[in-house]
């Protein structure tokens, strides 16, 4: 499968910076590149890099009406949003978003055509614990539950440890092996067409690691935040993929 390196701009940049950014992107032969923005700049990103896929950071569970702040997936797609990411951290942490908001999330970005980039991923104390595949299983069942064996093979999956994003340390090689394989297996167990499911990494992944994280067996792309804001580093990063 080709791989997908997507970047989450989180919220950063403005329209002279963005501009500056996207001048400096192209697409990376081999791989496929996106951009995830804020909503306000989803009309800028019309004019892009060709070969550039367009992507948001959330989207709303509900298709319209009075919802007010709220932002659907019907709007993402007439933006031409490829990509949705749902279920980040972030938004877990910071947005109090549960566990069964981020599979109606993710059903409503496929019910408009939109890929949802479903994050899931532990805390250090979860880690800790031991109880990583324990976090990551619940966090995908309660998507499995909403979509269903069959529409669980359309999703982007992405392993993002909490305490890898934005700390400037990637989780090890052996860390990633280890969860990504698990993360197939639980697919595979729970009778998902796993081998169709890309599996990427998130969490502090910057040119310097990206070879070796993306030679990871079950890698199938990372998502990257603060270096995707810095052409020549997610240009580098594509390039490792
Ligand atoms: C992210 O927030 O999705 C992320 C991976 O961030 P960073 O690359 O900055 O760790």
Not at 194 to 200: D, F, N, P, T
Not at 207 to 230: T, Y
Request: charged content about 15%; hydrophobic content about 50%; aromatic content about 6%.
């Amino acid at each position: 499968m080709i791989r997908l390196v997507a970047g989450n701009w989180k919220m950063n940049g403005s329209l002279v910076a963005n501009r500056v950014l996207l001048d400096q992107l192209e697409a990376s032969p081999g791989v496929e590149v996106a951009v995830c923005v804020p909503y306000p700049y989803l009309a800028q990103l019309q004019q892009r890099p060709g070969g550039l896929a367009l992507g948001a950071q959330d989207v709303s569970e509900y298709a319209a009406g009075a919802y007010t702040g709220e932002v659907s997936a019907s709007m993402l797609a007439e933006f031409g949003c490829r990509y949705v990411i749902v279920g980040h951290s972030e938004r877990r942490a910071l947005f109090g978003e549960q566990d069964v908001t981020v599979g109606r999330k993710a059903r409503a970005a496929l019910a408009a055509g939109v890929v949802p980039i479903v994050c899931v991923g532990e805390t250090l104390a979860e880690r800790d614990a031991g109880r990583v595949m324990a976090v990551i299983g619940r966090q995908l069942a309660a998507v499995l539950e909403v979509l269903g064996v069959a529409a669980m093979a359309s999703v982007v999956l992405a392993y993002e440890p909490v305490w890898a994003i934005g700390s400037g340390s990637s989780a090890s090689a052996e860390q990633v092996a280890e969860v990504h394989g698990g993360i197939r297996a639980w697919l595979v167990a729970h009778g998902v067409e796993a081998e169709s499911v890309r599996i990427l990494y998130g969490g502090s992944v910057k040119p310097g690691n990206a070879r070796e994280i993306f030679a990871v067996a079950d890698v199938d792309g990372g998502l990257i935040g603060g270096a995707s804001l810095v052409a020549v580093d997610f240009m580098a990063i594509c390039g490792a993929a």
